[in-house]
Nanobody
Framework: QVQLVESGGGLVQTGGSLTLSCAAS????????IGWFRQAPGKEREGILC????????YYADSVKGRFTISRDNAKNTVYLQMNSLKPEDTAVYYC??????????????????WGQGTQVTVSS
């Protein structure tokens, strides 16, 4: 059974850091493009960064560029989202997603066919 499970969310103060994990089971993450998305209350789900399976090329949304990074640990079949310099506007439910159909990752919702259940990140001002 294909499954993605996010963890590491929580409450953090402005300027703080969090690391989210996305653990896969039922498939090997190394062969998949991985994206991180977030959805704040009343807003659409936003793609914020991704990493391609082909050569680990990464793409970042402007809203997180310079603050967030994505990385893989293939031995643990896990992808990480390191979030630094957090702002209240980063408050959202964060989702990881995987796709094995395309060569390059993208930040569009339709680029992914496997999704985790999400983890809440709250940044207090």
């Amino acid at each position: 059974q294909v499954q993605l499970v996010e963890s590491g969310g929580g409450l953090v103060q402005t300027g703080g850091s969090l690391t989210l994990s996305c653990a896969a089971s039922g498939f090997t993450l190394d062969y998949y493009n991985i994206g991180w998305f977030r959805q704040a209350p009343g807003k659409e789900r936003e793609g914020i960064l991704c990493i391609s399976s082909s050569d680990n090329t990464t793409y970042y949304a402007d809203s997180v560029k310079g603050r967030f990074t994505i990385s893989r640990d293939n031995a643990k079949n896990t992808v990480y989202l390191q979030m630094n310099s957090l702002k209240p506007e980063d408050t959202a439910v964060y989702y990881c997603a995987a796709d094995g159909r395309f060569v390059w990752c993208g930040l569009g919702y339709g680029n992914y066919n496997y999704w985790g259940q999400g983890t809440q990140v709250t940044v207090s001002s």
